[in-house]
């Protein structure tokens, strides 16, 4: 699908013969911007621009064709520097006044050079085309062209707009889509980084409607601050849309842990959600190990009352009538450790008020909640209040590690049997402060440190959103599949980006020419080759292209779904 | 075609010398000059202009005197414009052949005799589209090739109108052929800003 | 072997002191021959029969001896047309025998509507009749002074067809030859049938010109004629130029005329002016070729140099043309730079360079040679033309 589409353009192409190695786009529509001097394979290209082109039209990033003999390269600016062709310029430059001398000069004995790295190749046999562009494995010749990539070219190595190729953006030197190949996209856990107020959220929301429209996996949002599910307020002030609004309840519900606040925007959430403390395991409080400041001797009494009690370990260890110091001898843990266990389970947990000392599993909303997913509408689960990190780690890994059991079970029984029991549907779930679950120490123990690392083995992925990357354990980083970042200022951070990705010396350059608002870079499993891109607006152009549900503004929208869940009640 | 302004008197691959048809009435330093022949046209640059006797023994003296100076010289000795000859020497920057022009010497000089025509504005502008005989004349030996090249810039912009940036874009041909020597390069060019 | 100006130095101090004195002798010369000149001044009638006697040829004084005449006033418009001529001499040790004469001019207009031609026209003789002179048994060879006389005739024919072509719209016109009007060349054969055969056409030719009313001239640079000197000594002397008295009384054994070029005794003319106007006298055989065409002249300061100007008599006798002649000389001469403009450029037009011989012979040989002629240059004729190429 995705070989065939991006390339019919190509078939139409006529060839030239073989004294003119220009292809016919590049020359009639795409200006040269210079010519490649030199350069090796793996420390990228140096081309000589052409007195016409500024070198303050090169921006590093910039997405550049060279036309080479064989092959078209497609290619990224990396650098962008000012030469002299000899020293007596420098020494004697010319005045500001001398306008002629210096458009003279600028160009020509002093001039721009930018540094390509090759991303793909193509060649230009003909069958070769129909299997897309590869990995380059060599330079173009001498003196080849370097070329502004023009719409073809983009649609040539990204493809077009479809059903599975949803457009993140546009590059920023033209108004051409560049989409993402969806399929591919679930397929593996991916990471949406940048620091906070580079717009993360909207790129998430825009990644979220391009999920769901094409339908290519299900979503669970862990949504902290309550912004994916109803409308909520951009940086600007305005407020925007949430899925619920875009879609209809059929495919989106929202879940929440706080119904008195989703309440209070006058919004119907369609579940609430409670824990009980049966369903909180060691392993959920071993990820609050830093957020409840115990020491580790407190997880490993932990364990020990959770082996003495099974699941009512919580309850049993908070119950008023504790005998502590019995529980002590039974079970060999550390008295203090214990009780300080003791203190802070009652102070920060079974004080929540989503968390039910007994809540039988058909009264806690999650069977529903899940019930949902396997049916493939997309949950949302708010938070309301409980918008500090413990409740939302909690709530997550709870949820997380039941669906996972149960995804891995599906998947396993099919395996097992191959009778043509389905395997559940693809699953991605979206957390937010990313680094809190999957940092080195939490990603070995807690349930998204599995997932991550299984990768589509089970069905299930991760949408992780953060802004600390660096905080996020390197096996885990290594394995995620599309990389979406904004703007990085922590050297750690744009280190931890580039985890497992060769040639990422050249892209730490362009990561850092990034707009602090609306720009991002794209690399991995979604995309042929990284780019810097304009995501593209989270607007009412973006709400009606989502189709017919987006068109109405506002709660309208609500209360159409309203109406539709009466004809069709969510149950079913 | 254009009346001829001379004749070839002198002529080699690299250079031909015509004697003005009228004294004094030498094409303009740096302006393009042709030789149409029966298969092919020479083209050159006038890089020199002479005055003198039409003898080698006819040495011009000072006539001027009692107030009689310039033009009124001329006036009183109408003998002068025919004894005196003005000659030209333009430096051979490529040919036509088949149609096609070729930026390098011709295989044979234009004959002695045949007569010399400015070039028309047509011509100097499809002269001037490419301007790799630049390097031929940067290159040829004890020729004013520094000044020539000014000129004749100057001129092809007047007949190349249409193309405003004429000017750089030969300033940067010169800035690529030149970039080793920029004391020159800055010389050419400093000539070629006035009048901007 | 450098020069040694050590040893010449004493023996330029030594000419000097001679040539100092030879000076002030000279002084002295001129100041006796200009006071023969100023006793004589107003015999005109005696002078005249003197001339028309001496078996010399004299001067016969048209007007007073010591007159002078300011130079006339310049014509705004006004063309002179001057030739020359050049030869290729027969050559004995060529292939061939023939010569060529060259026939040079300028046309020069001046004043509103200036112009120039300048031109020349070769002729190459070699037919029979060109290169001998015969009548019944005898038949002399073309060359040397014969030569000249043809070429003379020619450039003189030239300038009457020249005036005839341009001279009439009215502009004051003058032709002007280079050298003395006087074909004294054939002065020393006299009755020789040659002269009939050569002088008629040129006269023929200044009839042309009378009958074109177009003024004829003749520039003579540094003149070296004694026609009015000898008249003063004969007229002072008596015809006894031997026991010249005054002369000898001064002590010195020489005549101060005797020898004396006559422009030396008009040497007080300011620049511009000319001197009396004076007839050749021709001896009665010869005058009967020339008949009332005999030259007339006189001289004049063009500021350079003390000229002699010759004119045919219509010319000398019409007081317009003279004046013209008077001051179209002087002016020529101021253009020319101390030579008339038109002769000079008449006289490049004209010349043949050794180049130019060199070329006509190699053309010549070719033609013949290509004709079946066999070649005869000699190898010193070879050699020489070597040496041109």
């Known amino acids: 699908m995705s070989a065939a589409d991006p390339f019919e353009q190509g078939h139409g192409m006529a060839r030239s013969g073989d004294e003119a190695p220009l292809s016919p786009q590049s020359s009639i529509l795409s200006p040269r911007l210079g010519l490649v001097v030199e350069g090796s394979l793996v420390e990228g290209l140096r081309a000589r621009l052409d007195a016409n082109s500024s070198v303050e039209d090169m921006r590093v990033g910039r997405f550049v064709r060279i036309a080479g003999e064989k092959h078209d390269f497609f290619c990224l600016v990396t650098d962008v520097r000012l030469s002299a062709t000899s020293n007596d310029v420098l020494a004697d430059p010319p005045a500001p006044e001398e306008g002629f001398l210096r458009q003279v000069l600028a160009g020509t004995a002093a001039y721009g050079e930018i540094a390509i790295q090759p991303m793909l190749m193509l060649s230009r046999e003909s069958q070769a085309e129909q299997e897309g562009p590869r990995p380059p494995r060599t330079v173009p010749i001498h003196f080849s062209s370097v070329v502004a990539a023009d719409e073809g070219d983009f649609e040539r190595v990204f493809g077009k707009e479809d059903d599975f190729h949803f457009e993140l953006g546009r590059p920023r030197e033209m108004e051409v889509p560049v989409v993402l190949d969806l399929p591919r996209f679930v397929e593996r856990s991916n990471g949406v980084f940048g620091k906070s107020g580079t717009g993360k959220s909207f790129l998430t929301r825009l990644l979220l409607c391009g999920v769901i429209k094409s339908g290519v996996a299900t979503n669970l949002i862990f949504d902290m601050h309550s912004e994916y599910g109803w409308a909520s307020q951009s940086e600007s002030g305005e407020l925007v849309r949430g899925l619920r609004q875009l879609f209809p309840s059929t495919k989106v519900v929202v879940y929440t842990l706080d119904p008195d606040s989703t309440r209070q925007r006058v919004v119907k959430p369609d579940g609430q959600i409670s824990i009980g403390l049966n369903e909180i395991e060691v392993e959920d409080v071993a990820l609050l190990q830093e957020e409840l400041r115990l020491n580790p001797t407190a997880v490993e009494s932990a364990s020990l009352c959770e082996n003495e009690f099974r699941s009512d370990w919580i309850e049993k260890l908070t119950a008023d009538d504790m005998d502590v110091a019995d529980l002590v001898k039974r079970t060999g843990a550390h008295a203090e450790s214990l009780a300080a266990l003791r203190r802070k389970l009652i102070a920060h947990i079974t004080s929540l008020k989503f968390v039910k000392r007994n809540v039988s599993e058909a009264s806690s909303g999650l069977d529903k909640l899940i019930a949902d997913l396997e049916r493939g509408r997309h949950v949302v689960l708010e938070f309301g209040q409980h918008r500090r990190l413990l409740p939302y780690m909690l709530v997550a890994n709870v949820i997380t590690r039941r669906i996972h059991r149960i995804w891995t079970e599906k998947v396993e029984r099919h395996k097992q049997r191959q009778d043509g029991t389905p395997p559940p549907g693809q699953l991605m779930i979206t957390i937010e402060e990313a680094h809190k679950f999957l940092n080195p120490r939490a990603a070995a123990q807690t349930i998204f440190g599995t997932i991550a690392r299984e990768m589509r083995k089970y069905n299930v992925t991760l949408l992780v959103v953060d802004q600390r990357p660096s905080g996020i354990d390197d096996e885990v980083l290594s394995q995620i599949g599309t990389r979406i970042t904004c703007q990085l200022s922590d050297d750690k951070d744009i280190e931890a980006i580039f985890t497992g990705v060769s040639g990422a010396g050249h892209l730490r350059a362009v990561l850092a020419t990034l707009d602090s608002r609306q720009e991002a870079i794209i690399l991995g499993h979604a995309v042929p080759m990284p780019l810097p891109l304009r995501i593209r607006p989270y607007d009412e152009e973006f709400y009606s292209s989502l189709g017919p549900w987006a068109d109405d503004p506002g709660l309208a929208i609500a209360r159409a779904s309203r109406t539709y869940e009466q004809l069709f009640p969510a149950d079913e | 075609m254009s009346e001829p302004i001379g004749e070839i008197v002198e002529t080699a691959v690299a250079e031909f010398t015509a004697q003005a048809y009228q004294f004094g009435q030498s094409p303009p330093f740096g302006s393009f000059v042709k ?139 010169l800035a690529t052929l030149l970039k080793r020597d920029y004391a020159r390069l800055n010389g050419i060019l400093r000539g070629l800003r006035t009048g901007d | 072997m450098t020069l040694d100006l050590l040893k010449v130095g004493p023996q330029i101090a030594r000419m000097g002191v001679t040539l100092r004195e030879r000076s002030a002798r000279y002084s002295l010369r001129l100041a006796r021959a200009r006071a023969a000149l100023a006793e004589q001044a107003a015999n005109l009638d005696a002078l005249a029969k003197i001339a028309a006697d001496s078996r010399r040829r004299l001067a016969t004084p048209l007007e007073r001896l010591d007159a002078r005449h300011s130079l006339p006033q310049l014509p705004c418009d006004y063309r002179v047309i001057g030739t020359d001529g050049s030869q290729i001499e027969p050559d004995r040790h060529g292939i061939a025998d023939y010569y060529l004469l060259n026939v040079g001019w300028a046309v020069i207009a001046y004043g509103s509507q200036p112009s120039a031609e300048l031109a020349s026209e070769p002729r190459l003789f070699f037919e029979r009749g060109d290169l001998y002179v015969a009548a019944g048994e005898r038949r002399v060879p073309v060359q040397d002074h014969h030569l000249s006389a043809k070429r003379a005739t020619l450039e003189l024919g030239t300038g009457a067809d020249l005036a005839r072509a341009h001279g009439r719209d009215g502009i004051p016109t003058l032709v002007l030859a280079d050298g003395t009007l006087l074909l004294w060349v054939l002065e020393d054969r006299p009755g020789d049938f040659l002269r009939k055969e050569l002088l008629s056409p040129y006269v023929e030719a200044m009839s042309r010109l009378r009958e074109l009313r177009v003024p004829l001239a003749s520039y003579v640079s540094r003149p070296r004629s004694v026609e009015v000197s000898g008249l003063l000594i004969e007229a002072t002397c008596r015809g006894d130029t031997a026991s010249c008295r005054a002369c000898a009384a001064s002590g010195e054994g020489d005549c101060a005329l005797e020898g004396l070029p006559d422009r030396e005794l008009f040497r007080d003319l300011e620049p511009g002016e000319r001197s009396a106007r004076f007839s050749m006298t021709l001896s009665e055989d010869l005058g009967a070729y020339w008949q009332d065409q005999v030259p007339q002249f006189f001289y004049l300061n063009v500021g350079s140099e003390l000229a002699r100007v010759e004119a045919s008599p219509w010319t000398g006798d019409d007081p317009t043309a003279l004046a013209l002649v008077h001051v179209l000389v002087y002016e020529q001469c101021r253009k020319g730079l101390g030579y008339p403009a038109v002769l000079a450029r008449a006289h490049e037009q004209a010349v043949v360079s050794m180049r130019d011989r060199a070329s006509f012979q190699h053309l010549l040989d070719g033609t013949l040679a290509r004709a079946g002629v066999p070649a005869r240059s000699s190898e010193k004729q070879l050699s020489k033309r070597m040496r041109a190429v």
């Open chain 2, 35 to 173: 030789v149409e022949l029966p298969d092919w046209t020479a083209y050159g640059l006038v890089y020199a202009i002479r005055s003198g006797g039409v003898e080698p023994g006819l040495r011009p003296v000072v006539r001027g005197r009692d107030g009689v100076r310039d033009a009124a010289i001329y006036a009183e000795n109408p003998d002068l414009e025919q004894v005196l000859r003005t000659e030209f020497t333009a430096l051979t920057i490529g040919f036509q052949e088949d149609a096609e022009l070729r930026t390098f010497l011709p295989p044979q000089p234009p004959p002695l005799h045949w007569s010399v025509h400015v070039c028309s504005d047509d011509e100097v502008v499809r002269l001037s589209e490419q301007l790799e005989y630049f390097r031929t004349v940067l290159a040829a030996a004890q020729i004013p090739a520094d000044a020539l090249l000014a000129a004749n810039i100057r001129l092809a912009r007047l007949a190349r109108a249409g193309e405003p940036d004429f000017t750089l874009r030969a300033g940067r041909e």
